[in-house]
């Protein structure tokens, strides 16, 4: 009802602020009927329609979020901090949105994350094994490796395997610390934030 409801009320918007759009079809209605059906079938996970027209990050967040620090220890482009934070926003709305509305499974979410977490150690490791005797610009371009992995790994959750789904929990794991992209993150990251 929730969903329908809010795609009504967005037609009925629009429709009032557009002469030409005065009317809302009834085949447009069963169609986003018989849509909405089948993404809560067993085993789909319907997609909040306004996480795609999410505004992309236009600042990087300053509040200190170890997920921001991370990405900064390894020197990565302004533009793919604002695209890492894009991915961990909408990831996070996504995700809190199935969790709010008992949409996973019990444990599902912790399944997916410890996945998400299994492949990253294997890339990390693999990646980062001779990272003790490299200079500290090839540390940073180790991260970048490993970072621009993650970015592109895709890991469906259930149905959904949305490319910023996997991207963004990434993200959301190394805000938590769980996984990083620097070989020595876990010390820098604790060094920065004044932890001993």
Known sequence: MDYLEGWWFQRIIN?????????IPLAAIQGKIDELRDNFQSGHLPLDETIDSMPAAS?????????????????????????AAHDYYRASAQRSRWARENLLLDGESETYD?????AWDRRF?????????????A???????????????QRPLRNRDELWLSSGS???????????????????VNTAAGVP
Do not use: M
């Not at 410890?114 to 299994?118: E, Y």
């Not at 490791?125 to 610009?137: I, L, M, R, V």
């Open 15 to 23: 429709a009032l602020n557009d002469a030409k759009a005065s009317s």
């Open 59 to 83: 600042d990087v967040p300053d509040d200190g979020r170890a997920f921001v620090r991370q990405l900064q220890l390894i020197s990565l482009s302004q533009r793919s901090i604002l695209a």
């Open 170 to 188: 990434f993200q959301i794991l190394a805000d938590g610390l769980r996984v990083g992209w620097h070989p020595d993150f876990e010390d820098l």
């Open 114 to 118: 410890r996945a998400l977490c299994d």
């Open 139 to 153: 540390k940073q371009e180790l991260g970048r490796s490993v970072f621009h992995w993650a970015r592109s790994y």
């Open 125 to 137: 490791s693999a990646t980062t094994e001779d990272a003790g005797t490299c200079s500290p610009e």
